[in-house]
């Protein structure tokens, strides 16, 4: 009997080491350092995706993702993707063809809200304010009488510029003009207030590695009653299959659960205990820690002589400052040498802002005095 061999090709056959991580301090826009916890947590044993363990997991994730939320909002779930697919799932869900959308561009993520929305078939309209400021509610009124739009999309916390939009208001405007908020709070849930609820944001998304001191990978999503009302009356059907929340709800809402696809179980733990600590600490608390870190962020770099790019410090984010990079300084050197000498990441700005600031993450776990003390000592060094 004759036995065929198969050659096999060896090119890609590399010898590697068992995995060993630089201990980084991750102080950039995120990724952030995980809690410890939430390192235990991913680690665990698997379960099925089906396992009745496993849905009453689900089901304290989603009663915990409320709270941060501060929402009763019944669909309100972790998509299985980073924030990005969170901002999809929001955006494909929420936008017809031939809906005027109209979004509040002040950086980098209000203009990828543009090109989602813009993808997904939105007659798309556009204001906008220079990178690093906020919009007025005046101009918000104005710009929604206008337009008439069926959504208006904002950023809550940009993160290319660290500007933090004032909300509260807004959701009223858009409800005495029949048009749902779509909120993006990527770089703001769990760091900054957001009471969906209380300022009738209709929809809102974020992700997992900031402020809930996780991994990425589960990024939370919530649809309010009037949003859900608009894609149950869908005149066609949302236009990608994984990020459909008719489809989704079967499986995350309801006694008996559908198979929509196979959601991480590891990842969902992580978020959940990430969300635990959350709640243990309560949301006033983390809050008030956060701004209290950003000041002594502030405080100290004012110290070395450097500035804020975002002015007024009531529109900073509280969890990503923006620092203004000084005349003569090569921001890619300098955070390339923290890395390389000081095991600390920051960002520097991109687009409008490339070159002109470091962006200094102080997210979830990371946000405690110890390390907004390391960054500055390293920093001194640096500049002088």
């Not at 004759?2 to 950039?28: K, M």
């Not at 849905?55 to 972790?78: C, K, P, V």
């Not at 906020?134 to 206008?146: L, N, P, R, T």
């Amino acid at each position: 009997m004759h036995t065929q061999t198969t050659s096999t090709n060896q090119t890609h056959r590399i010898a590697t080491q068992t995995l060993d991580v630089p201990p980084r301090l991750l102080l950039g826009p995120g990724p952030s350092n995980a809690h410890p916890r939430v390192l235990a947590a991913v680690g665990m044993r698997q379960l099925s995706h089906l396992d009745p363990a496993f849905i009453g997991i689900m089901n304290e994730t989603q009663e915990l993702l409320r709270y941060a939320w501060q929402t009763d909002n019944e669909m309100t779930l972790a998509i299985s993707g980073t924030g990005s697919a969170a901002m999809e799932t929001a955006v494909a869900n929420i936008v017809e063809r031939g809906d005027v959308i109209l979004v509040a561009v002040m950086g980098y993520f209000g203009e990828r809200l543009v090109e989602m929305a813009s993808r997904h078939g939105g007659d798309v309209r556009i204001i906008e304010k220079p990178w690093g400021e906020v919009f007025e509610q005046g101009e918000i009124y104005d710009a929604v009488k206008e337009h008439r739009p069926a959504v208006l999309m904002m950023v809550h916390a940009e993160t290319s510029t660290g500007a933090l939009q004032p909300m509260a208001g807004i959701g009223a405007i858009c409800r005495e003009f029949d048009c749902l908020l779509l909120t993006d709070c990527v770089t703001s849930l769990g760091a900054a207030p957001m009471l969906v609820d209380d300022w009738q944001v209709d929809v809102a998304y974020s992700c997992s590695q900031k402020g809930l001191s996780c991994p990425p990978g589960a990024s939370p999503v919530t649809f309010g009653p009037r949003a859900m009302e608009k894609i149950n009356g869908r005149r066609h059907k949302v236009d990608t299959w994984y990020l459909d929340t008719t489809l989704l709800r079967s499986y995350w809402l309801g006694d008996v659960r559908g198979y929509h696809h196979t959601m991480s179980s590891n990842m969902t733990y992580a978020l959940r205990e990430g969300l635990r600590l959350v709640a243990e600490e309560g949301l006033e608390a983390r809050w008030a820690r956060h701004r209290a870190t950003a000041e002594l962020l502030w405080d100290g770099m004012a110290e070395l002589g450097l500035t804020c790019h975002v002015v007024n410090p009531e529109h900073r984010i509280p969890s990503l400052t923006t620092v203004s990079v000084p005349e003569g300084v090569d921001a890619r050197a300098v955070a390339g040498r923290l890395l390389r000498d000081y095991n600390i990441e920051v960002a520097g700005g991109f687009s409008k802002l490339a070159g002109k600031v470091w962006r200094v993450g102080l997210m979830g776990y990371n946000s405690r005095p110890e390390n907004v003390l390391i960054l500055l000592a390293a920093l001194k060094e640096l500049l002088d």
